[in-house]
């Protein structure tokens, strides 16, 4: 960035005395806004383009215009464009360059046109795009999901791995590990669904909206919403330069998608632990201690989980900023773009990162179905026996819950039970019912629709792979 001189302003017309340099600085967003040099360059060519189909401006300056425009992109894709931070921001950046470059002509560029539409376009352009991205990436993670998903119904020697399934953090009852990703997976598709949605709705273009009211030149905002690979131009021209909900949906789509990974990488932390040992992370994704010799740190997931703080920030941030402002064009809407790019740019990472480490990721299953196992995982299973024999469930929870009691009292699992002792409890039951009591009779016993029964898992796994291809 250049901290030239100022030259005379793209706007210096009614002004007489120079910007106050931290003024200047303050006002500039060049620094993260030359990020929307390309989308910028777009929308200026779609524009000139119309202004020439319109007659508005005549086949030479068009083309003068557009070979202009070509050659700074080529610069900036070079990386030999000079920003300057006097020239504010991506949008007088360029056309001050295009000045220099083609002469006076460059002036025409921005007949019928604001920088209010244009920053509006070059935001919405990148947005959507990002939006489109990431739904991509959400998806090719969900594909991992689901492929471990599938891996793991019958990785443990043929057997489905089981795990222990939780509420309040407490063993509750058996679940197939598969039936754990197959969670996740619902919810990246839901994820990414929310972001082909944000992308639909915000398929619309400003450009032609002008300062605020429209413009009395004969523009055709078709031409320009059709050439720049939008569904239609905005309706309304107000709404079109001062709404920033496309990118608050953005961000609100992101937030939740950060929620989401998130919750997993808690699992993942936890699972991972000595006191756990459910699973080992790679190598790859993991990192030593500088002091204990022994250590191997979940840093990605740890990263995974604490990202999602900026990107909650982000939103509320720019909720923030949106909120007071009257129609239409306030400088404050400036700052909506810097959280759009960073959780962009994070969730695009911990997408890409679990991606690689998920399939790298070694689950224990004798480990995992131990844990299944203990905590009186089947306690729901024997009250069901009971139930089935025409004992209303609440009564049998009474008679169960006794039973646990007197268990766990005396150190033992309800399968140690003596037939005295459990027939005391009930005349149902004997030692045979309390040793059929297997993890592995639970889960199959789970039969209802979207259960954690091993068929009906296959068949989320099925269904989901049909959905992918
Ligand atoms: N840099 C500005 C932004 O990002 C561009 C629009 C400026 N418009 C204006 N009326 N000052 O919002």
Redesign the pocket.
Known sequence: MTHKTQDKKLWGGRFAEATDRLVELFNA?VPF?QRLAEQDIRGSLAHVAMLGQTGILTPDEVARIEEGLGAILAEIRAGEFKWRLDR??V?MNVEAALRDRIGPVAGKLHTAR???D??AVDFRLFTKEAALDLAEKTRALRAVMVAEAERHLSSDGGQPVLLPGYTHLQVAQPILLSHWFMAYAAMLERDEGRFRDAAARMDESPLGSA?LAGTPWPIDRHLTAQALGFARPTANSLDGVGSRDFALEFLAAGAILAAHLSRLSEELILYSTFEFGFLTLPDSHTTGSSIMPQKKNPDVAELARGKAGRVFGHLMGLLTVVKGTPLA?N?D??E??EGVFDAYDTLATVLRLYADMLPKTVWHAEVTKAAAARGFSTATDLADFLARSGVPFREAHEVVGGLVGLASRTGRQLWDLTDEELRAAHPLLNADVARSLTVEESVKARQSYGGTAPERVREQVELAKAALS
């Open positions: 967003s806004d504010e921001d949008h604001s920088r209010n244009q920053v300062a064009y400088k809407l400036q909506d773009k």
